[in-house]
């Protein structure tokens, strides 16, 4: 089964995640915010799906998303956000950094792995 980095500032948030997915069959990795997000896959560039919070301190999900782009053998995982934002407000910067997915917090076992399933065609 696929292998799957959360990366949220809360760890709650993180340790939820992980359950729902490790549930489903998942493996998971975890970063505490964009910069430990990278530093992690850096590490494990065989993770098939990045799931990511928008707001986060060091750095966020968008300027995550940016770095992302700029990483030979990462730029091409899919990436969810995840977040209590509005998706109009970042609308142009989702379009230009081709996320594949916008899920809005809380999120449901339910629909999380509907959603991953359908992107990672499982």
Known sequence: MAKIIVIDDAQPTRAKMRMFLEEAGYTVLEGRD???????LRNNKDVSLILCDVNMPVMDGITFAFAL???DGLKDIPLV?????NFESVRDDIKQ?????WMTKPISKKLLILALKKILND
């Not at 956000?81 to 934002?85: D, F, G, L, V």
């Not at 950094?97 to 997915?101: P, T, V």
């Open 34 to 40: 964009g910069e430990d997000g990278l530093s992690v």
């Open 69 to 71: 782009k700029d990483e």
């Open 81 to 85: 956000m995840c977040t209590t934002e």
């Open 97 to 101: 950094l081709g996320i594949r997915a």
